[in-house]
């Protein structure tokens, strides 16, 4: 280590060691929040407890919170909020939600144990540093008073103490080189331990989140069921009957009048065509022949040459993900496309595809005009719910004026049977 780094360094450690200094007036203020939220359960017996109680509760939260998210950045992991949701937005439903939440009086238990750790926390590496400090201020002032100076800890009036206090300040920079990036993480470590979800309420919501993304399956399931037979009933059903009708009508004409037999004839080899071409389609809505020959690098490609705008498609994948997935990822790629044609004025997009850390990754942008959003009933709303079902996420970047980039993950692992790795403009 150069003279250069163990200066910043020191720095650095000082610097911290003053912001958790500064940081322990912090701790101390969510003291008063608990007599003042403990005593608005019995005035809820008299009304004015309820707003009171809804208030105070309101302050614990946002107090917690922000040091939820102070040990959220020092540990480097998210700590959701566990409060429970209430059903509705009534005051009496709010207070008992409130008050039968196991996560309201964890906060209250966090108050008082946050108020000696922050204390503790917050004195005790600036203590070690100011202990460091004046053990090497020891000589001078034995040198310009030596005499009018009582140090308890060391005698300095011999020659033993003179020396013995630098290596006793040593000892205590020492600790506190070592100590000052590590105090905050146990403070932050007992944050997460008081505040983060327990493992009973990571399981409800867990189980909440899958109700939910199961229901919103089985509904986009029946949803397309009901498509498929409505495209069946008005497509190719209806041109079948025709062509069963021009067939019969052809066998009745086919000895009196041969020729207007060859034109029925004609008419129902066109049905057929037709309705052959519309089974087709309806095929490919299910489930595009090109993606199981080509898998996800050339659909997205047959996609991209069949958008009515110009799509640079960048994909580097180290095998194909599993046929579900595959089939998830390329509906949402065309879904979200077909809103870029739609709504976006742009002129041109792309599409990325990664797989990393187990997640496969897709990014879709355009140079449009912005402010999509994942709005009830809208397309990037059925993505949301196609990619929940395989336990995946949807975020928008989407400010107006643009551009818009929508990101997709799902968790998945490749399979090593094929290698595809290309970039280019389709």
Known sequence: MTDHDLVRGARERLTQAATGLARTPLSLL?????????????????TVGVPLLLLFTALARRYTGFFRRWAAGVLGVEIPPPYRLPENRGPMTRVRTVATDPATWRDLAFLPVNAITGVFC????????????????????????????????VDIDTPGGFVLAPMIGTAYLALAWWATPRIPRLHARVVKWLLAPSANATLTDRVRVLADSRADTVDAQA????????DLHDG???RLVALGMSLGMAEELLARDPRAAQELLAEARQ???????????????????????????????????????????????????????????????AET??????????????????????????????????GAAASEGG?????????????????????????????????????????SSSSGTA
Not at 127 to 144: D, E, N, R, S
Not at 380 to 408: K, N
Request: neutral net charge.
């Open 122 to 153: 917050g004195v005790v590496p600036m203590a070690l540093w100011l202990g460091g400090a004046f053990g090497f201020m020891v000589p001078l002032l034995w040198l310009t008073n030596a005499n009018s100076i009582e140090y308890t800890l």
């Open 223 to 230: 949803a397309e069921l009901r498509r498929i037979e409505r």
């Open 337 to 370: 496309l077909t809103n870029v044609a739609k709504h976006s004025g742009a002129t041109g997009a792309w599409v990325r595809v990664r797989h990393e850390h187990g997640r496969l990754s897709l990014m879709i942008g355009d140079d449009g005009r912005g």
């Open 30 to 46: 969510g003291l008063p929040l608990i007599p003042l939220q403990l005593v608005t359960y019995p005035l809820i017996l008299v």
């Open 271 to 333: 049905s057929s065509t037709l309705a052959l071409a519309e089974l087709r389609n309806l095929v490919r809505g299910i489930h595009p022949p090109v993606l199981a020959d080509r898998g996800l690098d050339g659909a997205l490609r047959a996609l991209a040459l069949a958008h009515p705008l110009p799509v640079e498609v960048d994909l580097e994948l180290s095998g194909r993900p599993e046929a579900p997935v595959e089939s998830a990822a390329y509906f949402a790629v």
């Open 236 to 238: 190719a059903q209806a």
């Open 379 to 419: 397309g990037l709303r059925g993505i949301e719910r196609r990619l929940a079902a395989f336990d995946g996420t949807l975020g928008i970047a989407s400010p107006v004026g643009g551009p818009t980039i929508v990101t997709m993950e799902l968790p998945c692992e490749l399979s090593s049977v094929k290698t």
